[in-house]
């Protein structure tokens, strides 16, 4: 080998591995809705579970809400009143919320999950158990939240 050639190889093999760290990164999308009656908008974060659970997908929600940022967990579909979340953010100890009984849900804040821990996070695992004895587990890629977390806009801003 020619020392010329020595000195590509490196160079080739740092290329590659710079596209699939950028590659490896979480599916954040950036979403808004307005509310009607205030005519304020509301931005938010939103990744998709890698696969569904007995067909029904999930969603994990970064948004902000009186001022502060809060995680919730939206599904495809209705569940019955009386589910447990379990949740667990890369491999700590597993937490559980019980949700206010509601007639039906297809979405729950995660209470105790701070926004702030997914910036340095890789995955959140979620379980969603109904009281029915229906079970449903995703599992959310959460890299590049911190990169997401910056825009969605939160406290107080500034005015003009």
């Known amino acids: 080998m020619t020392e010329g050639h020595c000195l590509k190889r490196p160079i080739l093999v740092f290329c590659l591995w710079s596209v699939m760290i950028s590659n490896a990164l979480a599916e954040w999308h950036i979403e808004q809705i307005t509310d009607r009656m205030t005519d304020r908008v509301f931005k938010y974060a939103s990744t998709p579970a890698k696969e569904p659970s007995s067909r029904i997908t999930a969603d994990l929600h970064i948004g902000c809400f009186n001022a502060r940022l809060y995680v919730a967990v939206q599904l495809s579909e209705k ?6 979340i379990s949740w667990r953010l ?12 509601v ?3 297809s979405r729950s804040a995660i209470h105790d999950l701070n926004p702030g821990a997914l910036r340095q996070a890789k995955r959140v695992r979620v379980q969603w158990a109904a ?6 587990f995703y599992e959310f890629d959460v890299s590049g939240a911190d990169k997401a977390i910056l825009q969605i806009p ?3 801003t500034p005015k003009n």
């Open 154 to 156: 939160c406290g107080n």
């Open 103 to 105: 007639s039906s849900t």
């Open 131 to 136: 009281s029915t004895g229906t079970v449903l």
């Open 90 to 101: 890369d491999e700590q100890p597993v937490r559980y919320q019980p949700m206010p009984q």
């Open 79 to 84: 569940m019955p009143e009386g589910a447990t």
